[in-house]
């Protein structure tokens, strides 16, 4: 007997769809109670057998079973950085949105929205309805947080107040600075913890708020209690670490130091140098049972931190927020390389004037961002050795300055030669003006909410009694946010973004019982049975 299913009907404050249409599912082997819904969906893979040049395919079928919690829980989300330019537009973005605030610029008013947000502002293919294609919202194929409902709050070593931070991050029009005034300028950010040798010197001019003592252990108690109090105020069911504070050096990964979750911990008893700040946070995280999410580029998920957010179930993503020009990169190279056409080099040179800027302009912060840059071409050139036959990739260089006179509009300027037909060359040059928070904010919002939806959901093998179980503890179906994905152990990094983003739409249309989106559209050239 096929059940249909909308779950709007369970949450009568969850608007389902914003308000266009009701998404029901009229499935047989959907189940659901008032607390979650039970899908089966087979997962038809290829065994692949690889020796020397031949290859053999074996089609194999998985039935899996998913179960999703429905109600979305009362999430908090922590900010590192909550003073930053990313910080003070998140902020501001939410209550703008939940206030439904809107401003003049000079191109007439301006509405607030969530733009940028895959979970706000994208839909999802499910079929032919006969005259025409139909596309859901993201949001509603499953329940999910609004990002109207996450109490923010957070941590900086600077203690301007969230108006101040606003007006000098030069991000809003004044327009909205001074309607978002009377709601900003009571938050103060929560002391932090500050090691210099981390960041770039000239940052120590913002260090006006950081917590005393040099003991990494009373610092870690500290930020843990920071965590238990927010969570306990709130009343929050699910809290979300989330740093989107300077770029740290990278720090050294070594055993002894913090190969394993025992050996973390006791680095930080050991008060040792080379536990980062951001390794404090997300080791505080993780045992507060929050989970934690680096937005930035520096190695912070070193082993022994991931083990322990194993050890305690907790959710870990990163690294470095995917906004602007590597974004674009990771759509433009599968597309070239999809096309048959061979990136030969690839300059990614871009200008920025923001605090970011000036933190990136010393040596070891820039080198922890030039990693994250330069590995998103590796997986689209690994999958073509027609194209890259010896494996040599592209000439990649990544070049960033600090301009202070661009501000948060950063400049990004690319240039694209591949190697195309009978010896030619085509070189695309591409100027594209990021604005930086006004791109990244977005992604914040995503990344929490669709960690609060992982929180949600379990599988289990079909046709078993097994348990079910959660999903790894290094969320990588967030690597669609994030420039450089870790990934667990042993498993692939994919960068493709329209790959990513039919992994993470997929995966939700199966646990909603859905089938997924195969873009074969047989219908059109058979006839179904
Ligand atoms: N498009 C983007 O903006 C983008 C994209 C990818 C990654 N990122 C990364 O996001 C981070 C933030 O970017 P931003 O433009 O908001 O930078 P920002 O400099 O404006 O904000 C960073 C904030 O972190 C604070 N801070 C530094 N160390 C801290 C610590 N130990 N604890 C708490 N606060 C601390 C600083 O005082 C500052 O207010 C940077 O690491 C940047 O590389 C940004
Ligand atoms: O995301 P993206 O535009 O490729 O990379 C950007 C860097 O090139 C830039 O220096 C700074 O704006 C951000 O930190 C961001 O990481």
Not at 250 to 265: D, F, K, Q, S
Not at 359 to 377: D, G, H, P, W
Not at 456 to 467: C, F, K, P, V
Request: aromatic share 8%.
């Amino acid at each position: 007997m096929s059940s249909l299913f909308n779950w709007s009907s369970l949450f009568s404050n969850t608007p389902i769809t914003n308000g266009t249409r009701q998404l029901s599912v009229n499935s047989s082997t959907l189940k659901n109670d008032s607390q979650s819904l039970i899908s089966e969906f087979e997962y038809r893979r290829n065994e692949i057998q690889t020796s020397g040049s031949s290859i053999t395919v074996t089609p194999k079928k998985h039935n899996y079973r998913f179960k999703t919690t429905l109600k979305p829980k009362k999430t908090g989300l922590l900010l590192v950085g909550l003073g930053g330019n990313n910080g003070s537009t998140v902020i501001g973005a939410t209550i703008a949105n939940r206030n439904k605030l809107s401003w003049e610029t000079r191109n007439g008013t301006q509405k607030a929205n969530y733009f940028g947000s895959v979970t706000q502002s994208t839909t999802v293919h499910l079929g032919w309805d006969g005259s025409r294609q139909i596309y859901t919202p993201f949001n509603s194929i499953l329940p999910m947080v609004s990002p109207n409902d996450l109490i923010i709050d957070g941590w900086d070593i600077n203690n301007a107040n969230l108006y101040e931070a606003m007006k000098r991050a030069h991000v809003f029009e004044p327009d909205l600075i001074e309607q978002l005034k009377p709601h900003m300028e009571t938050t103060v950010p929560k002391p932090s913890i500050y090691y210099p040798d981390f960041i770039a010197s000239n940052q120590g001019s913002r260090a006006n708020n950081v917590i005393h003592g040099n003991c990494k252990k009373e610092h870690l108690e500290k930020i843990r209690a920071d965590i238990r109090e927010f969570k306990e105020k709130h009343g929050l069911e699910c809290v979300v670490v989330l740093w989107t504070a300077n770029t740290e050096r990278y720090t050294t990964v070594e055993a002894g130091l913090n190969m394993t979750a025992e050996e973390i911990l006791t680095s930080i008893d050991q008060n040792k140098d080379e536990i980062s700040p951001s390794n404090i946070f997300a080791v505080a995280s993780i045992l507060e049972g929050a989970h934690y999410i680096n937005g930035s580029p520096q190695n912070t998920l070193v082993p022994g931190i991931i083990e322990l957010a194993q050890k305690h179930q907790i959710f870990i993503g990163g690294d470095d927020f995917k906004s602007g020009q590597t974004k674009l990169k990771s759509a433009l190279v599968d597309f070239l390389v999809t096309s048959g056409l061979k990136p030969e080099s690839i300059v990614s040179y871009n200008h920025l004037g923001n605090n970011d800027g000036k933190n990136l302009s010393e040596a070891r912060q820039f080198r922890s961002k030039e990693i994250s840059k330069s590995s998103v071409v590796d997986d689209m050139v690994a999958a073509n050795t027609i194209l890259f036959e010896d494996g040599k990739k592209p000439d990649h260089c990544i070049v960033i300055k600090y301009v202070p006179f661009v501000g948060d509009s950063k400049r990004a300027m690319d240039e694209y030669i591949c190697s195309i037909f009978m010896g030619g060359h085509q070189t695309l040059a591409i100027h594209n003006t990021c604005e930086d928070s006004l791109l990244a904010a977005p992604l914040i919002f995503d990344l929490t909410i669709i960690t609060e939806l992982c929180s949600r959901i379990q599988y289990a093998s079909a046709g078993t009694d097994n348990d079910f179980m959660a999903f790894h503890s290094v969320l990588s179906l967030l690597s669609l946010l994030l420039k450089a994905p870790v990934v667990p152990n042993g498993t692939p990094v994919g960068n493709a973004f329209m790959r990513q983003f039919g992994a993470l739409t997929k995966l939700l249309t199966a646990c909603a019982g859905i089938a997924a989106d195969t873009d074969l559209q047989l219908e059109f050239f058979t006839k179904l049975q």
